[in-house]
Each structure stands twice: as C-alpha cells, then as structure tokens.
C-alpha cells in the first residue's frame, strides 16, 4: 500500500512559480506511475502530469505543457511538479495519484492511491 503526501501548494500572483511535492512511504515506486490531478471548485478533476517511475518518461496536459514540468527524486520516492508561469485558471485543489502499472494513465479511475490534495491559488 502506498501513502502519499502533497505539500507546497499556497497562493501567487499570475505569472509566478510554485513546486509541488509529494512523497510516497512506498519502498520503492519502480514499478508504479505517478501523476498529478487538479480540480477547480465546480469542475471535474482533470488529469494534469504523469511519470513512468521506472523509465522516466513523462506525459502531459494540453493547457500545460512548457510551463509545468514533472519530475522525480528516486532516493527520496518523491515526485515534483514544477509549475512557471502561472495562470489564474490553474486555481484548483492539486492531487498525486500513484498505481501499481507500468503505463500512464490520463484517467483518475485508474490510480488506487491517492493524496490528501494541496490547494493551489494564482491571482489576477
């Protein structure tokens, strides 16, 4: 079972930077996928980043591509999300996700562990 935490959420004027971590107690995520979900008061939550622990091969969403970068630290089982530039349509409630796979998925029904979320706020 794997138990994962977020932290660095907080609020930003647009066209700032924030870094998300989240920590995973697992003994290894070499055979896992991670990735990160959002969602905005009212909407669905929405498939953001994801990362083949294994290969390092990454995968991202339309809207952010070239400013947000996932990546990962292997010795400390933590995933990073790097968000640049800012917008205030990234205001949302932030999630790690992780599955024992060897494929990203953009789904949320396909990642059995979860988060607590990390709340993210960019001002206009």
């Known amino acids: 079972q794997v138990q994962l935490v977020e932290s660095g959420g907080g609020l930003v004027q647009a066209g700032g930077s924030l870094r998300l971590s989240c920590a995973a107690s697992?003994?290894?995520?070499?055979?896992?996928?991670m990735a990160w979900f959002r969602q905005a008061p009212g909407k669905e939550r929405e498939f953001v980043a994801g990362?083949?622990?294994?290969?390092?091969?990454?995968y991202y969403e339309d809207p952010v591509k070239g400013r947000f970068t996932i990546s990962r630290d292997n010795a400390k089982n933590t995933v990073f999300l790097q968000m640049n530039s800012l917008k205030p349509d990234d205001t949302a409630v932030y999630y790690c996700?992780?599955?024992?796979?060897?494929?990203?998925?953009?789904?949320?029904?396909?990642?059995?562990?979860w988060g607590q979320g990390t709340q993210v706020t960019v001002s206009s």
């Open positions: 996700a992780a599955d024992y796979s060897l494929g990203v998925s953009d789904s949320a029904s396909n990642y059995d562990y």
């Open positions: 697992a003994r290894t995520l070499r055979w896992y996928i």
């Open positions: 990362i083949n622990w294994s290969s390092g091969s990454t």
